[in-house]
């Protein structure tokens, strides 16, 4: 067995990929797994992205919001898990009132890469 006790600290998430205020704590990288806790201010959320292996998202306090590229905004709260496709492009992040943590799963590709980052979202609900 071997045990890992690394926290690098924590991120900012960039403005180049963010809206708002978003923290990230990197909770593992063994091989090619991520795992990031990501707390989302009210109304911060990502900007439209994808993954190559797909992404689970697992909401552990507050309330959100995911969206699908052709799909509605659905709302999200403590205790749901969602599962993104591989290469589905997305957004997700707080609700405009509350704050939103979650736990990110990503699998990078062979090249190492986990995500690819588009534009911003342009019709955030208020």
Avoid at 89 to 108: C, F, I, K, N, Q
Wanted: aromatic share 8%.
């Amino acid at each position: 067995m071997h045990i890992t006790r690394r926290r690098p600290g924590t991120l900012q998430g960039p403005a180049e990929n963010f809206t708002g205020t978003v923290r990230l704590d990197e909770t593992a990288a063994p091989a090619r797994l991520r795992m990031f806790n990501v707390h989302f201010a009210p109304s911060a959320h990502t900007a439209w992205h994808r993954h190559p292996d797909g992404q689970v998202l697992h909401v552990l306090e507050g309330e959100g919001l995911v969206q699908r590229k052709g799909g509605a905004v659905e709302a999200i709260r403590a205790g749901d898990t969602v599962w993104i496709e591989p290469d589905e492009w997305h957004w997700h992040g707080a609700g405009p009132r509350t704050s939103m943590t979650h736990l990110a799963v990503v699998e990078a590709a062979e090249d190492g890469t986990t995500t690819e980052w588009h534009a911003h979202v342009d019709d955030y609900p208020a």
